[in-house]
């Protein structure tokens, strides 16, 4: 088995946006034709779920970054998308890039078993005293569910949780993900907030 890590790769206000992703499957090395297959079903995952219309017009997803992290060394390869560019299409005001819907996926096993997505982009009319009304968190919770797994020519890849060995510079342990969430309390992410910077 492999890892396949997955960077969706996103711009907000003008600022880089990342979300990471890891994928247990029997795909060792990809094609061209693979490759461009995990770039468009991802794409597909938030245009056919609506996604992309609850996020803003300032928000775009580009491409992915993918490479196989379980061996040290191997570069990753960005895909742009067949049907190009995915921007958000709500007009609605723009949250700060600080606030993100906050996604939680667990693996009842021991560590590594939890993984966290931070959803930026999101439209303030998502919004109702202080927290992420209740079709927000529903429409989240089924693109969160429908990245779980993908099928890459024909082959599964499950989401898992990826332990890293630093000094190895690679994916020692995994496991999958079987269980998700999304919280209703906005999260912050300090890294994303304008002029502090990763």
Not at 120 to 135: F, T
Not at 160 to 170: D, G, K
């Amino acid at each position: 088995m492999a890892v396949q890590q997955v960077v969706h790769l996103q711009r907000l206000l003008g600022q880089e946006v990342r979300n990471v992703f890891y994928y247990e499957t029997t795909h060792e090395t990809l094609s061209a034709a693979q490759l461009q297959e995990v770039a468009d079903d991802i794409r597909d995952v938030w245009a056919t779920l609506n996604t992309a219309s609850g996020q803003v017009n300032d928000w775009q997803l580009y491409g992915v970054g993918i490479r196989r992290v379980d061996v040290a060394g191997i570069p990753s390869i960005d895909v742009g998308f067949t049907s190009g560019t995915l921007v958000g299409s709500s007009p609605s005001e723009s949250l700060p890039t600080q606030t993100a819907m906050l996604c939680h996926g667990v693996a009842y096993v021991p560590k590594p078993n939890r993984v966290r997505t931070y959803l930026a982009g999101r439209a303030e009319g998502h919004l109702a005293d202080g927290y992420w009304n209740a079709a927000a968190l529903s429409n989240v919770l089924n693109w969160i569910q429908a990245l779980d797994t993908l099928t890459i020519d024909g082959v599964s890849w499950e989401r898992v949780s990826a332990q890293w060995n630093l000094a190895h510079t690679l994916v020692e342990d995994w496991n999958q993900i079987t269980t998700y969430f999304v919280s209703d309390i906005p999260a912050t992410q300090r890294r994303r907030r304008i002029g502090r910077g990763a």
